[in-house]
């Protein structure tokens, strides 16, 4: 049942209703529950408890948004996931909730909430009362734990159930309640707030502004229990609060007595331990809720012993002014209201906004405009893309410091947009950077580079986006552009480059008619889609070009890296064409020959350099004679000027750029050495060996150093990349030591030795055994009984037919079992990298074996000196075949978890053809005339080479850093249910 009317009158509150409720004729409104969850391990517990509710009869649907890795949410009836592919912020995950909510109310907690049985009975009696917006108290269990006691007092001591009903200036979206009406008056909640602090002050704030009084109604009771339960998880989360209270203090200056020295980074940073301690007593003192020893607990002890949640409390707020301080550090561009906070959205046009989940599932684009003075133009393109009919973009204007009121008019006229203010002129390529760092700071998947001289059609981005998905290969993306002035008329926006000059050649109309995308060398940045991962890798614009030319430069570098690169002729765009620098003025002259000095010196070496030096002095040369023919030497001097200074930017150190640096993505993806997740990208790989197509993410293991493909590959994905020429499944010619019965080749020598002096005999299982070549030479060595195991056809066969091995089965290792205690030793050269569940296969290796028995196992060490000189053209990474890469550490560390003791480490083979195999990846790289190319490779399987780089070889051996390692290791006596 729904409780009436209750007793506002007890407080002398009586309901304001500027806004009429809208209920859709009923006497009881259906609720819309909205929960943001990233796979938290107590959302089962908030489901059970809305479940539970008294007035559960009223509630349409239970709308969770977020990740569930755990399946802790189990979908259908009234509960629905929304699962949103990646991490969002709290604001992102509550807008996705509300655009799908059907509800006449709408209901938010938390994941870590667990709502009292009576909560939304409560709620919903406020809101028939006539209060639009409500908010309920908040409980927690101040005697579990000191640091979560200390968080949530400090948080919420403002919201506790025994505190007086009555309107407040904000709530916390952790109990808050509030009608359709209003929720649409309002607007979204701001997604520039990371993760979960400040964005529900600034909503509410808002929703106060538009006349919904916020009503706090106590008896509407959440209990608490967040997973912060240390201090280092309490101090990052009141660091973060800082950081953005500080924004909401200053976007609301009318709204907030903000005193003078929270307003200063010296003062604040300064007073910042008498403020913790002065907030830190009033919280302990002035409440009256704590000195009745209302929360239980903790807080009912004596009042000496409360005191000990005094240190918790002061360092809270220490943290939350040294956060705070931090922002005012970085300058307007990171507190200023009015420059790079995003406005709330008006009623009449939510631009950019989706209008249902499903539209919000879209990928995020962030539409980046670099403005330098043109007003009326950069009015003119913000109003083309309010018909932009794709569902989930936002705007990021950046002001190159404009002249002309630019940025105050964007302020006034576009509200929604976020605008930063840059203090001088930085240029494109800067001001480009800035939008794709805050677009990977929110997560968006896509930026899109559009010139303020541009006019875009409806269409636009939904093609756009539509090719871009379709082709995850592709780093960057272009429409075709036509003139503003004459549409008919196609501007050559993409092309073609010489090879041997650079040159670029655009496209023809008539050559990409009716295609809907074409392959090309280059792109031009006047509208431009770009993944922002893709920016992230390759560091985004090159800071030096102030314009022009840094479009090429980044086409360049794509192809180089392995990306591809789009041009979709059936979309279009208007241009006006150079609107900022004027056609062909002085300035133009000095900007393009700045930028095509650094562009062709940045992208040439060698003959290549002189060939295109040459032909650029003579264009130069030819220019410069027309020029001063038709009396424009003012425009002669700038381009001269234009390549001095491009020479002297070109021999000075490429500045810091905060893409570069910017934080690469977290994975998901378990550790498949460790099992730990939360490894960061560490660079794309490709088949080098058999230059069969694809791109593949290696993430690095924070915690054990492993390598790993990340997203893992299916067998069926892998088995293209296991060819017929695939080395190990051949005969390899037998040397005449060979012939005489002994072990072929020096390297095989020294395998077999090394088995030799750890044992002489016994029962020997080979695990992907090739070819069976090492199983002919151990049973030339030693006394062995040998058996092997090997997947591919081909190898078998030679192994059988060849080496008359019979014990070799042909299967995966998934495939086979062997009885507990069965072989003396089992060998895994170079194996281990190949397997894509490495612990659960080295665990069954560890049954196999016979108390005592030995494993030994080589791998491509990964913190080998050849991995760190030849970074991504070393031989060890082998992508896709090798699934994981190790190093010594995260080998032994795999090694002991399973339950072996390592004996010894020891470099027998492969390091020299990992060496040699290593460089002529990287002459292939290179931009060497091929007659060249083929002379040095041929050179790297000559004696001589082998004998130059001997002293090499044989010192990072000494040091252990040698590519590859044999690690020797013993299988410990098996404890009573291993």
């Known amino acids: 049942m729904i409780t009436g009317d209750h007793d506002m009158e007890r407080n002398g509150i009586v309901p304001e209703r500027e806004m009429p409720l809208e209920f859709t004729g009923v006497s009881v409104p259906t609720v819309s529950i909205v929960i943001p969850s990233l796979n938290a391990s107590t959302i089962s517990q908030t489901l059970a408890a809305i479940a539970a509710q008294s007035s559960w009869e009223y509630v349409l649907?239970?709308?969770?948004?977020?990740?569930?890795?755990?399946?802790?949410?189990?979908?259908?009836?009234?509960?629905?996931?929304?699962?949103?592919?990646?991490?969002?912020?709290?604001?992102?995950?509550?807008?996705?909730?509300?655009?799908?909510?059907?509800?006449?109310?709408?209901?938010?907690?938390?994941?870590?909430?667990?709502?009292?049985?009576?909560?939304?009975?409560?709620?919903?009696?406020?809101?028939?009362?006539?209060?639009?917006?409500?908010?309920?108290?908040?409980?927690?269990?101040?005697?579990?734990?000191?640091?979560?006691?200390?968080?949530?007092?400090s948080m919420f001591h403002e919201f506790l159930p025994s505190t007086a009903a009555g309107i407040r200036p904000y709530l916390p979206t952790l109990n808050l309640s509030l009608t359709r009406a209003a929720a649409q008056a309002v607007g979204p909640f701001d997604e520039s707030f990371p993760g979960a602090a400040g964005e529900d002050i600034d909503y509410t704030i808002r929703l106060r502004q538009r006349g919904c009084p916020l009503y706090f109604e106590p008896r509407?009771?959440?209990?608490?229990?967040?997973?912060?339960?240390?201090?280092?998880?309490?101090?990052?989360?009141?660091?973060?609060?800082?950081?953005?209270?500080?924004?909401?203090?200053?976007?609301?200056?009318?709204?907030?007595?903000?005193?003078?020295?929270?307003?200063?980074?010296?003062?604040?940073?300064?007073?910042?331990?008498?403020?913790?301690?002065?907030?830190?007593?009033?919280?302990?003192?002035?409440?009256?809720?704590?000195?009745?020893?209302?929360?239980?607990?903790?807080?009912?002890?004596?009042?000496?012993?409360?005191?000990?949640?005094?240190?918790?409390?002061?360092?809270?707020?220490?943290?939350?002014?040294?956060?705070?301080?931090?922002?005012?550090?970085?300058?307007?561009?990171?507190?200023?209201?009015?420059?790079?906070?995003?406005?709330?959205?008006p009623q009449a046009r939510r631009v950019g906004r989706p209008a249902s989940a499903a539209a919000l599932l879209q990928p995020g684009v962030i539409i980046g405009i670099l403005t330098w003075n043109r007003r009326e133009d950069t009015l003119a393109c913000l109003k083309s893309l309010e018909l932009l009919t794709y569902p989930n973009y936002h705007i990021m204007v950046v002001d190159n410091a404009s002249t002309d009121g630019t940025a105050e008019v964007v302020a006034q006229a576009f509200p929604q947009v976020k605008i930063i203010r840059n203090r001088a002129n930085l240029g494109f390529a800067t001001g480009s950077n800035q939008v794709a760092q805050w677009a990977l700071q929110q997560g968006y998947p896509y930026v899109f580079f559009l010139n303020n001289d541009t006019l875009v059609y409806p269409d636009l981005l939904d093609h756009l986006v539509a090719v871009a998905e379709a082709h995850p290969d592709v780093g960057l993306l272009g429409p075709e552009v036509r003139y503003a002035a004459a549409p008919s008329r196609v501007w050559p926006a993409a092309g073609y480059r010489q090879p041997l000059t650079l040159e670029a050649t655009p496209v023809r109309p008539v050559d990409v008619a009716g295609q809907a995308q074409v392959d090309v060398d280059y792109l031009l940045g006047c509208a431009l889609l770009a993944r922002t991962d893709f920016l992230r890798r390759l560091g985004g614009f090159d800071p030096r070009y102030f314009v022009y030319y840094e479009d090429h430069d980044l086409s360049l570098r794509a192809q180089a890296a392995g990306y591809r690169l789009l041009y979709a002729p059936q979309t279009y765009l208007l241009h006006k064409v150079q609107a900022s620098t004027g056609t062909d003025s002085p300035q133009h002259r000095y900007l393009l020959a700045r930028s095509s000095l650094l562009y062709y010196l940045g992208h040439t070496r060698g003959w290549r350099r002189c060939s295109v030096a040459a032909w650029r002095l003579a264009s130069a040369v030819k220019q410069t004679t027309r020029l001063l023919v038709q009396g424009r030497a003012a425009a002669a001097q700038a381009m001269w000027r234009g390549l001095r200074e491009g020479w002297t930017s070109y021999k000075s150190p490429l500045p810091d750029d905060p893409i570069r640096q910017s934080k690469a993505p977290v994975s998901t993806t378990p550790c498949p050495a460790c099992g730990t997740t939360g490894g960061e990208f560490y660079m794309e790989g490709y088949d080098r060996l058999h230059s069969i197509p694809g791109r593949f993410d290696l993430t690095r293991c924070q915690a054990c150093d492993a390598t790993f493909i990340d997203p893992p590959l299916q067998p069926e994905q892998l088995k293209p990349y296991y060819p017929d020429t695939y080395l190990p499944f051949h005969l390899h010619r037998r040397s005449l030591l060979a012939r005489l019965g002994w072990p072929f080749?020096?390297?095989?020598?020294?395998?077999?030795?090394?088995?030799?002096?750890?044992?002489?005999?016994?029962?020997?299982?080979?695990?992907?055994?090739?070819?069976?070549?090492?199983?002919?030479?151990?049973?030339?060595?030693?006394?062995?009984?040998?058996?092997?195991?090997?997947?591919?056809?081909?190898?078998?066969?030679?192994?059988?037919?060849?080496?008359?091995?019979?014990?070799?089965?042909?299967?995966?290792?998934?495939?086979?079992?062997?009885?507990?205690?069965?072989?003396?030793?089992?060998?895994?050269?170079?194996?281990?990298?190949?397997?894509?569940?490495?612990?659960?296969?080295?665990?069954?290796?560890?049954?196999?074996?016979?108390?005592?028995?030995?494993?030994?196992?080589?791998?491509?060490?990964?913190?080998?000196?050849?991995?760190?000189?030849?970074?991504?053209?070393?031989?060890?990474?082998?992508?896709?075949?090798?699934?994981?890469?190790?190093?010594?550490?995260?080998?032994?560390?795999?090694?002991?978890?399973?339950?072996?003791?390592?004996?010894?480490?020891?470099?027998?083979?492969?390091?020299?053809?990992?060496?040699?195999q290593s460089l002529r990846f990287l002459l292939d790289s290179l931009p060497l005339p091929e007659r060249l190319t083929n002379l040095l490779t041929q050179w790297t399987y000559s004696r001589w080479f082998r004998v130059l780089f001997f002293p090499y070889f044989m010192i990072s051996e000494w040091a252990g850093q040698a590519s590859v390692v044999t690690l020797a290791a013993r299988s410990l006596q098996q404890e009573e249910g291993a």
């Open 61 to 153: 649907e239970v709308l969770v948004v977020g990740l569930d890795a755990a399946g802790l949410i189990h979908a259908g009836g009234k509960v629905r996931l929304i699962d949103t592919g990646r991490p969002v912020s709290a604001a992102a995950a509550r807008n996705l909730g509300v655009a799908a909510a059907r509800g006449d109310v709408i209901a938010f907690t938390d994941a870590d909430g667990v709502p009292d049985g009576l909560w939304l009975e409560y709620l919903l009696a406020a809101h028939q009362a006539g209060w639009q917006v409500v908010g309920g108290a908040i409980s927690f269990n101040a005697g579990a734990r000191y640091w979560t006691c200390v968080d949530n007092l």
């Open 745 to 916: 080749g020096f390297e095989m020598a020294r395998r077999c030795h090394f088995v030799r002096q750890l044992r002489r005999g016994g029962t020997l299982l080979d695990i992907g055994s090739a070819n069976g070549a090492f199983l002919w030479a151990i049973q030339k060595w030693g006394s062995w009984h040998v058996q092997g195991v090997e997947p591919d056809a081909q190898a078998v066969n030679v192994a059988r037919q060849v080496y008359a091995l019979e014990n070799i089965v042909q299967a995966y290792l998934n495939d086979v079992d062997y009885a507990p205690g069965t072989f003396d030793m089992i060998t895994l050269w170079d194996v281990l990298e190949h397997l894509d569940q490495p612990m659960e296969q080295l665990r069954r290796i560890h049954r196999w074996l016979k108390p005592g028995g030995l494993l030994l196992m080589s791998i491509p060490d990964g913190s080998s000196w050849d991995a760190k000189l030849f970074r991504t053209y070393w031989m060890g990474w082998d992508v896709p075949r090798h699934l994981v890469n190790y190093s010594t550490h995260s080998a032994t560390l795999m090694l002991e978890r399973a339950g072996f003791q390592i004996m010894r480490r020891a470099y027998l083979t492969g390091s020299h053809y990992t060496f040699t």
């Open 220 to 345: 509407a009771l959440v209990h608490h229990e967040p997973a912060r339960h240390s201090l280092d998880r309490v101090m990052g989360h009141w660091w973060r609060s800082g950081r953005s209270m500080i924004r909401v203090r200053l976007r609301y200056a009318g709204e907030y007595h903000t005193p003078w020295f929270l307003r200063h980074t010296w003062s604040l940073r300064l007073l910042a331990p008498a403020i913790a301690t002065v907030v830190s007593a009033r919280i302990l003192l002035g409440r009256q809720s704590i000195r009745r020893n209302d929360l239980g607990g903790f807080l009912q002890l004596p009042t000496a012993v409360r005191w000990q949640l005094f240190p918790g409390i002061w360092l809270t707020k220490l943290l939350w002014c040294l956060g705070a301080a931090q922002v005012l550090a970085e300058g307007d561009a990171a507190a200023a209201p009015d420059t790079t906070e995003t406005r709330s959205i």
